[in-house]
């Protein structure tokens, strides 16, 4: 979205493309005088209108500005067309239009902006004719907005105001005024305004005009054209605002006109009083306003008033974004385009009120809406009643509590403040009112358009792209049907997908993350398929009152009190309360718009003089120059906006280098609003003195090189949205794992490789499209079951909140009843026949063995599933006849998860035998043959694993092992975790609750990082990407920055609170490989290494390097700092650095053999004075001892240690992780040694990978990160 900034921000003319004076034309006027002095008054006709005059920037000839002119055209030629009007010829004069004294010397054409027509634009500004008066009336205001054939949008805002007709009258061409005659007094004749800008500033350039009409009514006519051409060269002079908090106020005489900036570059500007719609419509009108745009309608508002037709329609395409209306916009239509409403693709249009019963009788299958009476209806002409769907209910009735809700009258808001004397103060306090209601009803929306499509997530595939829009229906409810079918098929629903998939943090995207439930964050967390909790299932019947309770967490959770038989573990004292229930049915919505700040551009005197202009580019300069000296050292967002402005300053000035250097110190600031597309067209119309000049600057060259060689984002091949449909072909393994996968069943290709297996027993491996068709029905059909499941309120009591009910035996004899068996993630029981009740059988902890045995009745053998508990003497036994062989192979892989998910602590284990369990039911539902039972054997892995290969956890490991998560889970295959940075909550009142949580940052391959929540272990941030290379270190910088060093020699800042990563610093010319802060120092510093032996000392604040020194490495891989000294890994030595620069010392193996040893890691101790080091591919430590670093280091072998990847200091021990054997197999191993001692401690089974980082939290855990074959995260108790 940068680049897409930049484009609109790419042209010197700022706010204007355009601005055009129009009327009737002179020689109807004068035939009109005729008329009128032969017949009096009584006959007042209607005129046609047409341009009269046209300003288009530049409007400094190239004479008096040769550089910014140049400079102009260079940048702007590509978005200009000519354009000759056929009537007249237009004068010569560069900023005037196709109007002229038609006696006048032919001219050159003129560059019009694309996308305004000007044979369209007469009709357009006077939708209802040029109508003479008899008396004077009020100025009157509407809004356009036009459209060019690529589909690019541009903004009119149209004053129409009166003056009187004379005999003489002013045609514009400078002629003499001369006096009125009696014949013509009393008549008054309509003129137009209007003002084309690539922004929506509806309220903005409506005071502009507003002011401009105050001048035009006192001047003389041949005055009237340099009023407008000065104003207009004032418009074209204000820069637009970049996204962000800054707004541009410019004094208009009388009125201080603020032109607002987007919020950020995602969302659009808000110009306009959003409460519109709502003053005229109920809240249910409005929603059905909303299902006819978002179902695509042909759609025609009606009103009697020409501005409310633009601003009501753009107000409803301001309540749907991100949501974008994909059709023909053409909100205001003349009567002679009233044919345009025949078109039979969808569209919204607007007409005058005068024509609805005309377009109610012409035209079939519209949605007319009267804006005026606040009225529906279809037109009369259809051949049926239009079926036009309601929104989701739910969605609906939070929408109309919160919108009645609404405060939408200012008068109330501020009867209790004094009376304003000023007229600015007064618009400024409006002002303020109308940015809190904006705000309040953007969230309204939003949160209605989330409500709406919040699910739609769970239904895509995000590696092949694929929506199942099928399976997405049969979760919504039988009154919504109807609605998400029509939704389902629409352009703009498709774009919306489009968006989901690429990753794109919108608004909607922010809301969703921000509103999630905590049984969300545990569903994202999950690799089992999906069923209705407990508690959910306790919600259908009766919704409980929820009571919100914030609590401050800011420590890690207590981890020893984790209970595992739990779907995620946490310790409930500090999990945090679900309130998403009650705040989404709160008719009380408390939001506050974020802060906002203002920029006053200084007056602009003589705007046609170059050297005016260039006067006034200087005290823009100078002005924001010295905004940017007052702020404070972490006022970056404000920084950012400065930069922003001032390169564009410098760039309309012609100063290029000064604009580049502008947008370098951005890009550093905030590389979100970077306007890479300006700045990469900027440097290529530079000229080769000027390039090489730029290039002679190392921060300069480095962007030149970002810009100009960074290849753009590869097209993809196939970047639509796929719609899930079964196979028609048969298939071999690789294509039946990309079905599976987009089928949503199973991501691990593992598994699925497995099922393929399954499925295949006894036949040649390939899958065919009956066997798919049967198995993915099967599965359907168990999840729709699953979703039906009725269970007694008195099992609420039994059964934990998140267990869910995953398979459900048929009616069968028990020795405790009959009754049905059920499964859930944690136990079996049984629900009697005939009575409501709840008989527990076992849990999976507690189970001691499984046997599937005969049972003689009479002549019968009835097969029977006994289950022996470690609790109960009592066997229990069910004849499940037919069913039992598979319910013995689903308890064994339960029984068997559970015991390995005790045993290592994972959680993740016994989602893996759910979905183990789930597949062998639809293995065996697909097939139906006497083979049926030993193919679903196939997936019974972990029970194979248990008896087969069993491995058995060290009892150490067990101990110290407190829990695991998978930040891998939900891809197709594991993936290496690089780095690991815990960073502590904070108590922060102002801080949304989870923004004071400690949080788990994990690094995985090319660029991604997840955020988990440490409080809880769920996901806090699903993924972003700094980046596309590997990340090598991380690093908190005060309490609101996360740094990340990357493989691509670029230091990317993470603001913790938002997210994201706008800030870049790529004064590195080698990969970053070190990261460390030097603490109690203000302003902080960041002290950053690269291979190349570069060491950059940072001031957070500023972001500017303070100090920088070279080593003579080529293999720098880390750093430390203590006491103002830097000790350095430079390959095999250590290297002593003071903060200044200066070399003291240097440590390294003085063997021969040794001396080509590669160091890996190494942690300085100094309280024990003491530096341990560890070699690449080595299983020895070397201890210095620092007192006398002369002497050879003392060495400690690691047993049954083959490598040593990495180490930390916590408390006083040292945590050593690498790879080793165990059992007879490599595992990554870590090795707690005793600092004083220097004996190893524990030695510890953390991975069946190599450990490649570990991190310490609140020096209480260490968590441990695996590589790719696991990639999985250990966290460890520090003893």
């Known amino acids: 979205m940068a680049d897409t900034a930049a484009g609109l921000l790419s042209l010197p003319s700022g706010l204007l493309e355009l601005c055009a004076l129009l009327g009737a034309p002179r020689d109807s006027l004068r035939g009109l005088q005729q008329v009128a002095h032969k017949r009096g008054m009584k006959n007042l006709s209607s005129l046609a209108p047409e341009v009269l005059s046209v300003f288009v920037p530049p409007f400094t000839t190239k004479e008096d500005g040769q550089v910014t002119g140049a400079v102009c055209t260079t940048l702007g030629k590509a978005r200009r067309r000519s354009f000759r009007k056929k009537r007249e010829k237009p004068r010569t004069e560069p900023w005037k239009g196709p109007l002229g004294d038609s006696k006048g010397p032919d001219s050159e054409d003129i560059s019009i902006p694309g996308g305004v027509d000007l044979l369209a634009l007469p009709q357009l500004c006077f939708p209802g004719g040029v109508c003479v008066a008899s008396e004077p009336k009020d100025d009157y205001v509407h809004f356009l907005v036009l459209t060019d054939v690529c589909g690019n949008r541009t903004f009119g805002v149209v004053a129409q105001y009166y003056r009187p007709l004379h005999d003489e009258y002013c045609f514009y061409n400078g002629r003499t005024h001369q006096e009125p005659t009696v014949s013509s007094a009393g008549r008054f004749v309509p003129f137009a305004v209007c003002v084309v800008s690539r922004f929506p500033y509806y309220n903005s350039l409506k005071d502009c005009l507003s002011c401009l009409l105050t001048h035009l009514k006192l001047c003389k006519d041949f005055e009237v054209d340099n009023h407008i051409k000065d104003f207009a060269a004032r418009l074209s002079l204000i820069p637009s605002p970049p996204p962000g908090p800054l707004h541009l106020i410019f004094n208009m005489k009388p009125l201080q006109v603020v032109f607002p900036s987007r919020a950020d570059p995602e969302s659009p500007i808000i110009d306009l009083d959003l409460h519109l719609p709502l003053l005229c419509f109920s809240p249910e009108k409005v929603l059905q306003i909303l299902t006819c745009i978002l179902t695509e309608q042909r759609i025609v508002f009606f009103s009697s008033d020409w501005a409310l037709l633009t601003l009501v329609a753009e107000c409803f395409m301001v309540y749907l974004h991100p949501l974008q209306w994909q059709h023909t916009f053409v909100p205001i239509l003349s009567g002679q385009m009233l044919d345009f409403v025949m078109a039979p693709t969808s569209f919204l249009m607007g007409c005058h009120l005068d024509h609805f019963e005309e377009v109610n009788k012409e035209a079939d299958g519209l949605v007319l809406i009267d804006i005026d009476h606040g009225s529906i209806t279809c037109s009369r002409s259809s051949d049926k009643d239009m079926d036009i769907p309601d929104i989701p209910l739910l969605p609906a009735q939070t929408f109309i509590q919160r919108i009645q809700s609404l405060q939408l009258h200012p008068e109330l808001h501020l009867a209790h403040l004094s009376s304003s004397t000023d007229l600015n103060e007064g618009r400024a306090r409006h002002r303020a009112w109308q940015q809190m209601l904006n705000c309040k009803i953007q969230h309204i929306t939003l949160q209605l358009l989330v409500s709406i499509f919040r699910d739609v997530r769970n239904h895509l595939n995000y590696e ?56 969300d964050r545990v569903d994202r967390m999950l690799i089992s398929p999906r069923r209705p909790t407990v508690e959910k299932m306790a919600s259908r019947k009766a919704l409980p009152l929820h009571i919100t309770h914030r609590r401050m967490v800011v420590s890690m959770p207590n981890l020893q009190d984790i209970s595992l038989p739990e779907l995620l573990p946490r310790n409930s004292s500090l999990r945090i309360m679900d309130t998403s229930c009650c705040r989404s049915s709160s008719p009380v919505l408390n939001v506050a718009p974020k802060s906002t700040y203002t920029f006053k551009i200084p007056e602009i005197h003589f705007p046609l003089v170059s050297q005016c202009v260039q006067a006034y580019y200087t005290d823009l300069i100078t002005l924001l120059s010295k905004a940017m000296g007052l702020l404070g050292p972490g006022d970056s967002l404000l920084l950012a906006r400065y930069f922003y402005l001032r390169g564009l300053v410098h760039l309309m000035q012609g100063q290029l280098l000064s604009a580049l250097l502008d947008f370098q110190n951005l890009y550093k600031t905030d590389i979100g609003i970077f306007p890479a597309d300006l700045v990469k067209r900027m440097v290529e119309s530079m000229s080769a003195s000027e390039r090489a000049q730029a290039e002679r600057m190392p921060e300069l060259r480095r962007l030149i090189t970002e810009v100009l060689d960074k290849p753009g984002e590869a097209p993809k091949a196939d970047d639509a949205v796929k719609n899930f449909e079964l196979p028609k072909k048969h298939m071999q393994l690789s294509d039946f794992v990309k079905r599976v996968q987009e089928s949503g069943i199973v991501k691990d290709a593992v598994v699925i490789q497995r099922l393929f297996d399954a499925l295949t027993v006894g036949h040649q491996k390939q899958i065919d499209p009956e066997t798919f068709r049967d198995f993915y029905t099967c599965w359907k059909e168990t999840e729709a079951e699953a979703q039906e499941v009725s269970l007694p309120a008195l099992l609420m009591d039994h059964l934990d909140k998140n267990e869910c009910v995953y398979k459900l035996s048929s009616s069968v004899k028990t020795n405790r009843g009959v009754g049905k068996i059920a499964m859930t993630q944690k136990r079996l029981f049984l629900l009697p026949e005939g009575r409501p009740g709840y008989v527990e059988i076992a849990t999976f902890r507690n189970i001691e063995e499984v046997k599937s045995t005969m049972v003689v009745f009479l002549l019968l053998r009835i097969p029977t599933l006994k289950i022996k508990t470690v609790a109960k003497k009592e066997v229990f036994e069910a004849n499940l006849k037919s069913e039992c062989d598979l319910w013995h192979l689903m ?42 039972i030993y193919a679903a054997s196939k997936l019974s892995y972990f029970d194979k694993m248990k008896n087969e290969m069993p491995m058995v956890v060290p009892k150490t490991t067990s101990e110290t092992l407190k829990h695991r998560i998978n930040p891998s889970a939900g891809e197709t295959a594991p993936q290496a975790v690089d780095v690991l940075l815990y960073t502590p909550g904070r108590l922060d009142p102002a801080e949304k609750v989870e923004d004071a949580h400690p949080k788990l940052w994990c690094a995985l391959n090319e660029g991604k990082v997840i955020v988990f929540d440490a409080s809880s272990w769920t996901t806090h941030q699903h993924c972003f990407k700094v980046g596309a290379s590997k990340v090598n270190c991380m690093v908190m910088a005060e309490h609101s920055q996360v740094w990340v060093g990357s493989e691509d020699s670029v230091i990317y800042i993470i603001n913790v609170h938002s997210m994201s990563c706008n800030k870049q610093l790529t004064d590195h010319r080698a990969a970053v490989t070190g990261l460390v802060v030097q603490d109690g120092k203000k302003p902080s510093e960041v002290y950053s290494c690269s291979l190349d032996g570069t060491v950059l000392a940072w001031n957070v604040s500023t972001l500017r390097v303070t100090n920088r020194c070279q080593l003579q490495s080529s293999s720098l891989t880390s750093i430390i700092l203590y006491s103002d000294r830097l000790w350095c890994c430079t390959g095999s030595s250590i290297v002593v650095v003071t903060v200044q620069g200066f070399f003291p010392q240097e440590l390294r193996l003085k063997n021969s053999g040794e001396t080509r040893r590669p160091f890996q890691a190494f942690q300085l101790l100094p309280e024990q004075e003491q530096l341990w ?58 090795y707690v040694m005793d600092v004083e001692k220097k004996v190893v401690e524990k030695e510890l089974v953390a991975h069946t990978d190599t450990v490649r980082t570990l991190c310490s939290a609140e020096d209480r855990y260490v968590l441990s990160g695996a590589g790719q074959e696991e990639g999985k995260i250990a966290i460890w108790k520090v003893e």
């Open 891 to 932: 308890v064994k892989e339960m029984w068997a998860g559970k015991k390995l998910a005790d045993d290592y602590k994972d959680p993740q284990y016994i989602q893996q035998a759910l979905t183990n369990v789930l597949l062998m039911d639809a293995v065996v539902g697909t097939l139906q043959s006497p083979n049926a």
């Open 1173 to 1230: 080091v560890a070699c690449s591919g080595h299983n020895e430590l070397y201890i210095w001892s620092l007192k006398d670093p002369g002497q050879p280091p003392q060495r400690i072998h690691l047993q049954d240690c083959t490598e040593v990847s990495c180490m930390i200091c916590v408390k006083r021990q040292i945590w050593v992780g690498g790879r080793g054997m165990s059992q007879g197999k490599p595992r990554g191993k870590i």
């Open 464 to 519: 092949h792209r694929v929506f199942n829009s099928e399976e997405f229906l049969k979760t919504r409810a039988a009154g919504d049907q109807l609605f998400y079918k029509q939704v389902l098929d629409t352009y703009m629903f498709h774009s919306f997908l489009k968006a989901r998939l690429n990753g794109r943090m919108d608004a909607f995207a922010r809301m969703d993350l921000d509103t999630q439930s905590e049984e």
